[in-house]
């Protein structure tokens, strides 16, 4: 299934933000902004918010825990061993090696939640709406459908408001 979308390409920052808080000022839905650096007044202004902190936090919260169990269990009660009359359950000795192995686990599971969330994965096609946006341009897309009747008035807004060029495109 195919879905059409309304695309403004911008030359500048500056323009692009002026025709973005106006199309949101219409209450038009902006399905996506594209720029070759990140532009804070858009991040804050589309509200798209991530929950992958929390991921992240809870992955190292239940990796410490089993990697201080695991540790414990085979140091202390499956396999003691005796250096030197130390007591078996020397607890300092486990922090540097629960440190980095928590580390990694964060690290891994926070890629692996990431690239599921997002749906990337080895060998699929990048959908790509305008490659210019990697370059120098800046792009505004928004869905077609959700426009309705609006379309040819948010043509209007983006070339009064700068956009170097309006086009439709269709993409998966």
Known sequence: MTKKYL???????HTLVEAFEKVLDKGVKVEEVYTPYPIHE?????????RITHAAFFYGLFAAIGLLGFMYYAAVIDWPLNFGGKPFNTFPSFIVVSIVATILS??????????ARAKVFPGKKADII???ATDDKFIIVLDKDELGTETNTVTELFKTNGASEVYEKESK
Do not use: A, N, P, Y
């Open 130 to 132: 305008d490659i210019r």
């Open 106 to 115: 964060i690290t891994l599971l926070t890629l692996f939640t990431f690239s």
């Open 42 to 50: 858009v991040l804050h202004r589309m509200k798209k918010k991530t």
């Open 7 to 13: 695309v403004g390409v911008f030359d500048d920052e």
